[in-house]
């Protein structure tokens, strides 16, 4: 059985980054995904990511969309096999290949959880 | 091989305009009827692009009343959906369904309305683009659409080198441009220093990085092979290529290579049976400097890597080798995101007749679209000629 969003979410919420990995070819996501991209299997096995992660590309959001206040910055953050994108803990300020380790969630206004990460 | 031909094109100024959605796609179209010699009789299909019109003025079940509008009401009418590849997928099919003989003639084209006419501010706005990332895994950091182009861009400037001079040289470069342009929202003269200059709004983006929000129409009327030579100055449709990337940017292999935009420029090399070396120009989905450098690469005018420096050396300029954006791109001609794709088609029209003007790229034969929709999730590349 495949990973649900709403599992995904629960999981980041208590601190822990899952991802799928897919049973037939091995690839593995940073998000859930109901069939694989890859080899079009539907076994995709939820897979704890790695806290430590390396920041493989980085911005700072000086115009924020309504919701959210700037600055902040948003990365694509590399997690073993897998990259999700997060946000860069306040006060921190990261560049690629960067060490980062995840530092739990933030909630949007709208209750979606964000994975945050703080500088290793 | 002709899969359709262009034999009609219009569009409106890009900027700001109070007028109605359905106002503003009329001017355009009327613009396509007049150019073609065509009348609402002539038309058997409606291909119409709008991407926010839902969110930005509460106006959906946009197709049949625009059909209304313009005196086709009756004809089979749809509405396509792509971010800001709208209407180039509009014109994919209208492409398409002409070729098959579903249809002779079709008008296709596209409207939106982004600037503050809407009643939306920036932060709104910014909101309403970012729709189109990721709902779960994206926009709930808080990334917006500079900041989507930001996290492609950096990376390529990690992997190549790309400068923030180079990517101010496009926007110097397309403003030049665009002053050419009557119809562009902008077009001045600008410097590296004043693009660096200029406010960050998502690093390495400064604003003068990226493109404006505008309002503005675009409308084509395309049709068959056979039908165009009764018609004044057709241009052909060789090849039309379209490519989607996995969603979210993370899931994605190489971010900066812009996979949907190879695979889709590939399909259409492949069907006009032509390189990118047979192009004499570039129209690209340059919404931010950087997205103009990875594209040029993406579609094969520069190696990678090299687009950067490319732009650096003038090489994309007007006068260059491989001219890119002659109409100033989005990032001075504007981007009322349903309007543009349609409108680089307008542009390779008037460029492929000898009719542009002061931007005219001289002797111009055989050209290349690129519009991307999305976080690179979707690229439709066209490829059209004079009619031999």
Known sequence: MSLSYDEWAASLREGTLLGVTCADCGTTYGTPFSVCNECGGRDLDATDLPEDGEVYSVTTVNVPPVGFEGPYQVALVQVGPARVTARIADDDEVDIGDGVVLDGAMEADDGHPAPVFRRA | ?388
């Open chain 2, 1 to 388: 091989m002709t899969r359709a031909s262009v034999v009609g094109a219009g569009m409106t100024t890009f900027g700001v305009h109070e007028s109605t959605l359905a106002e503003l796609f009329a001017t355009a179209a009327l613009d396509a009827y007049d150019d073609a010699g065509v009348g609402p009789d002539d038309v058997d299909a409606f291909y119409f692009g709008n991407a926010m019109g839902g969110q930005t003025e509460n106006d959906t079940h946009l197709a049949p009343k625009l059909a209304s509008e313009v005196g086709i009401a009756g004809v089979p009418a749809q509405r396509f959906e792509d971010a800001c590849a709208t209407s180039a997928t509009a014109f994919k099919n209208a492409v398409q369904a002409v070729e098959a003989g579903i249809h002779d003639t079709v008008l296709v084209g596209g409207v939106e309305r982004c600037t503050p006419e809407t009643g939306l501010g920036t932060g709104e706005m910014t909101r309403i683009f970012a729709s189109a990332s990721h709902r779960q895994y994206e926009q709930p950091t808080g990334l917006t659409f500079p900041g989507v182009f930001a996290l492609l861009t950096k990376r390529h400037m990690h992997e190549y080198g790309t400068t923030e001079e180079q990517l101010a040289h496009v926007a110097v470069k397309n403003h030049a441009n665009g002053q050419r342009n009557p119809r562009a929202h902008f077009g001045r003269e600008l410097t590296v220093e004043d693009v660096l200059e200029s406010p960050v709004v998502a690093d390495p983006f400064h604003l003068m990085d990226c493109c404006p929000f505008s309002d503005g129409a675009s409308a084509l009327v395309v049709t068959s092979d056979e039908r165009a030579d009764s018609y004044d100055d057709p241009v052909d449709v060789t090849g039309v290529g379209h490519a989607t990337d996995i969603v979210p940017l993370s899931a994605k292999p190489v971010p900066h290579a812009t996979q949907a935009a190879r695979d889709a420029a590939a399909g259409a090399y492949e069907q006009a049976d032509v390189t990118a070396d047979a192009m004499d120009f570039a129209e690209v989905h340059d919404c931010f400097t950087g997205a103009e450098v990875m594209a040029s690469e993406a579609i094969g005018f520069f190696e990678d890597g090299e687009g950067g420096p490319a732009a650096a050396e003038g090489r994309s300029a007007l006068d260059g080798d491989r001219p890119i954006n002659p109409s100033g791109g989005l990032k001075a001609k504007g981007h009322p995101i349903g309007a543009t794709g349609a409108a680089q088609i307008v542009e390779l029209t008037e460029q492929l007749r000898g009719d542009a003007g002061d931007r005219q790229v001289e002797g111009a034969e055989r050209a290349v679209a690129h519009n991307l929709g999305g976080d690179a999730g979707t690229t439709v590349v066209s490829v059209v000629e004079v009619r031999s």
